[in-house]
């Protein structure tokens, strides 16, 4: 993938006027080695990310990955080695981490989520709740952690929520409307709350039901009466709930927010020192 528009967007933004400190206080021509460290464990995320972002810095800088993208790393771990001009490397250290950090917090929630319902039927999938700006980052790094995309963006698909079910003037309505406008190519989900809306939901031909903020029972008893008719998918504050018991249910999908908008960064370091 081309991340170059998402890293020059946070270097424009971290020096729009150039890298003072490094100028007033380091020679042009300094050289520096150095390493990349992980301060904790988790799943890396984001390392050609990081060796683009020198490579748009420019300066000669070259950075070689000791792991990729997947790996699950040990605190200590060294996961790339890195020398060339010192102040390129400082230039481009924020911005390499910044987006190492947050790609590699959100991978190991990932895989901690898809881990807790391991040998059930259950996918874990992201929501549109990312940070403005880094969304194909964000979701990204959901697949590097062993999850789902749902929709990128809200031309991707048809996702009538209780908003729209009210300004549709009602549940029906809005599904059946969505349905004649839409290609037949394109799935449209719907969002319950109820028994009776997910009745109803199957009744104006929902291809995917979102049970929103339901009990384990009332979800359950919802993918029965679903009985395979329509994609099921739990969602609301799941990111607080036992995921093994919301995939026991019997759901298709388990739609997480908390992957990304509340996502702990992964702590990573880079040290280095000047060379001859």
Do not use: W
Not at 27 to 32: L, M, N, P, Q, S
Not at 47 to 60: C, D, N, P, S, W
Not at 207 to 218: A, G, P
Request: glycine share 10%; net charge negative; charged share 25%.
């Amino acid at each position: 993938m081309n991340f170059d528009k998402i890293i020059l967007m946070t270097l424009e933004e971290d020096m729009p006027g150039g890298d003072i400190t490094s100028v007033a206080s380091v020679g042009k021509d300094a050289r520096a080695k150095g390493a990349f460290k992980a301060k904790a464990d988790g799943v890396i995320c984001g390392m050609e990310i990081a060796k683009r972002t020198f490579e748009l810095v420019g300066g000669e800088v070259s950075l070689r990955c000791l792991c990729k993208d997947g790996d699950f790393v040990k605190k200590g771990d060294v996961l790339a080695e890195i020398e060339g001009n010192a102040r390129s490397i400082l230039a481009g250290e924020r911005t390499a981490l910044n987006l190492m950090q947050r790609a590699s917090g959100i991978a190991t929630a990932t895989r901690q989520a898809v881990e807790s319902v391991k040998g059930t039927n259950a996918k874990i999938t992201d929501t549109r709740k990312t940070m403005p700006g880094l969304r194909m980052l964000d979701k990204y790094a959901v697949r590097v952690g062993g999850g789902t995309n749902h929709r990128y963006s809200l031309s991707d698909g048809v996702l009538i929520k209780d908003n729209h079910i009210a300004a549709a003037g009602g549940l029906t309505n809005a599904v059946l409307s969505a349905k004649a406008y839409v290609p037949h190519t394109l799935k449209v989900e719907v969002e319950t709350e109820t028994l009776e809306q997910v009745k109803e939901a199957l009744s104006a031909g929902a291809d995917i039901i979102m049970l929103d903020n339901m009990s384990y029972e009332m979800m359950a008893e919802a993918v029965k009466l679903i009985d395979g008719k329509a994609v099921t998918e739990a969602s609301g504050n799941m990111g607080e709930r036992d995921l093994k018991s919301v995939a026991e249910t019997g759901v298709d999908l388990i739609s997480i927010g908390a992957l990304t908008h509340s996502v702990k960064a992964l702590d990573i370091s880079l040290k280095f020192e000047i060379i001859k």
